[in-house]
């Protein structure tokens, strides 16, 4: 029996790494691949998010951070097939922008100024105070305006009501 929590599952003894038929997400696996957990934190000129909590970027912030640097998920595919759930990528064109702001106008188009890219970043369930500071300091470096949005915050009291809501009362 699995205990789910998330997208992490509890692991059972004797069971290999990723073995099949297993679909949840291997937590080592995908930690190891994004390089989530750095030792050699320089903190005054920190070079990944993991400054934030002196050693561990969280995964979230390291997808985003990706997708970022290289604009779409290829890079990180093998790492998304071991997630859960579907996951969508929409790219919005200057042209889209520019037939849905002007569509009944007939105005010239006037040359804008370069804008930042607007990136949202959406939490189903919730996200954490350390996700958002990952989050907040990984956009300081790239050209884009990053938006959370998220169903809820979550921090320790409430991560830990919502485990104990789902275990069933013991009788003594």
């Not at 104990?164 to 009788?171: A, D, Q, R, V, Y």
Request: glycine residues 6%; charged residues 20%; contains cysteine.
């Amino acid at each position: 029996m699995h205990l789910r929590l998330g997208v992490f599952y509890e692991r059972r003894p004797g069971a290999g790494f990723l073995d099949s038929g297993n679909t949840a997400c291997s937590f080592q696996f995908v930690a190891h691949t994004l390089a989530v957990i750095d030792v050699d934190i320089n903190i005054k000129n920190p070079k990944n998010a993991a400054f934030v909590t002196s050693g561990y970027e969280p995964i979230t912030a390291r997808l985003v951070e990706e997708i970022l640097k290289h604009g779409h998920w290829r890079g990180i595919d093998a790492v998304m097939r071991h997630l859960p759930g579907p996951r969508a990528e929409v790219h919005l064109t200057e042209n889209d922008r520019q037939d849905k702001t002007n569509s009944t106008t007939e105005e010239p188009k006037k040359p804008k100024s370069k804008k930042k890219s607007v990136v949202v970043v959406g939490f189903v369930g919730g996200v954490t105070f350390l996700e958002i500071a990952a989050l907040r300091w990984i956009a300081s470096f790239y050209p884009v305006e990053l938006i959370i949005a998220s169903t809820s915050i979550i921090n320790g009291k409430t991560f830990v009501n919502e485990i104990l809501e789902h275990i069933p009362p013991t009788t003594a």
